[in-house]
């Protein structure tokens, strides 16, 4: 399927404001990394603690934030919307000191019970408890309270109510009466289940804790994958077909990774783990792009050998711009999906192929394509000069004073 047919666009004669524009957002970028210290990492390569807690209603940011200033180093407080995620506070605690992970850790648990709970009482937090924690907290009140029960069955009684919980409400039910529906709840068992806890109107979702060492190495091995895959796929187009190619390929893939690394800092945007896959998925699309525009400029070559090099770079980008249009229109159009429904989970993943598809497509035809034609134009420049050079008449110095001349 072919939706442009017999194009024939000067593609290489508009590469001077696409080549500005990228210079314009690689300055940019590097000028917003410079300006706020670095890039933003995630908890995966800073280190530290992130809790995910569901409310009620919408999460009170203010109250959160001032309740956990008396945590030990910076807190982050966000709210999370879309993507079933709606209600919920993203709170996180950036570490210097392996030691102080599981205390900061217990310090939020304990200043969201202080804040949302019922601290000193004797009663267990149902939105917040664990199967074995409810299962024995109800072992003996049952038995006073006459409910005759297996040790077998106290435990899936007790995994019961927390699926439910979990898989029903998703982990934050607002009456005990919602439990009713579980199999084997009678009234003397909600009974005990209301007198020996309580409802909070919050549930910790999950927690990620990751220290500061382990971040750091996760940073540096993120890097080095990122340099590997460039390293082998300049070497595997240059064998392909000439070393210039190879590198034009190389420095287009740098180029775009760089850009989208600028822009996740000018919109102050978090780097994870899941952006460092976007990115290398990002290198490898990039490449392709290119990959198949360089095979057209090969078969070309072969065919119009007294054509210029620009003339033949031409015609291949436009006898691939169907494809490039189509391939290209309809990842984008999915990653913008992502982007937009994907939820905060997928977020930075999303951003970074959205602007990752933009860049490289126009990379592989207005950069890549480019440096390819500027190191032949070079090399002719050379190839035309070094004869004259050659020829040219020289002297040699015979007596003070006096020269010869020598052809």
């Not at 530290?48 to 934030?65: T, Y």
């Not at 309580?198 to 990620?208: E, K, R």
Request: hydrophobic share 45%.
């Amino acid at each position: 399927m072919e939706l442009f047919k017999n194009t024939n666009y000067d593609f290489l004669g508009k590469k001077w404001p696409f080549i500005i524009a990228s210079l314009v957002l690689t300055v940019a970028g590097f000028a917003s990394m410079a300006m706020r210290g670095g890039l933003k990492y995630g908890i995966d390569f800073k280190g530290g603690a992130l809790m995910s807690v569901k409310f009620a209603e919408r999460p009170p940011l203010e109250k959160i934030r001032t309740a956990m200033s008396v945590i030990k180093g910076e807190v982050t407080v966000n709210e999370l919307s879309g993507g079933g995620l709606d209600n919920v506070a993203e709170i996180g605690t950036e570490l210097q000191e392996e030691t102080q992970l599981n205390i900061n850790r217990d310090a939020m648990e304990a200043v969201l019970v202080k804040t949302f709970g019922q601290p000193g009482s004797d009663k267990v937090d149902f939105n917040n408890t664990s199967k074995q924690t409810l299962g024995d907290r109800l072992r003996d009140p049952l038995a006073r309270a006459g409910v005759a029960m297996s040790e077998q069955q106290l435990q899936k009684l007790a995994s019961d109510l927390v699926d439910e919980r979990d898989d029903h409400h998703s982990g934050l039910i607002a009456s005990f009466n919602q439990l009713s529906s579980v199999p084997g709840v009678n009234p003397g068992i909600m009974n005990t289940l209301q007198q020996e806890s309580y409802l909070s109107p919050y549930h910790v979702m999950q927690v990620q804790m990751v220290g500061p060492k382990v971040g750091a190495e996760l940073r540096n091995k993120a890097v080095l994958a990122t340099l590997y895959a460039l390293a082998g796929m300049l070497a595997y187009i240059a064998f392909r077909f000439e070393w210039i190619y190879g590198l034009g390929a190389v420095i287009a893939c740098f180029h775009d990774t760089l850009i989208t690394i600028g822009l996740f800092s000018l919109f102050n945007k978090e780097i994870s783990m899941t952006v460092i896959a976007a990115l290398l998925t990002l290198v490898g699309y990039s490449m392709n792009d290119t990959i198949v525009i360089f095979d057209r400029i090969r078969e070309n070559l072969k065919m119009s050998r007294r054509e210029s090099l620009e003339a033949v770079m031409n015609r291949a980008v436009n006898q691939t711009l169907s494809r490039t249009v189509m391939t290209s229109g309809l990842t984008f159009l999915t990653v913008i999906a992502l982007f937009v429904f994907g939820g905060p989970v997928l977020h930075g993943f999303a951003f970074a192929l959205v602007c990752g598809i933009i860049v490289g497509t126009y990379s592989s035809v207005f950069v890549a394509s480019p440096i390819v034609l500027f190191w032949h134009n070079y090399s002719d420049v050379r190839r035309k000069t070094a004869p004259v050079l050659a020829t040219a008449p020289r002297t040699d110095t015979v007596r003070k004073g006096a020269t010869k001349v020598v052809k």
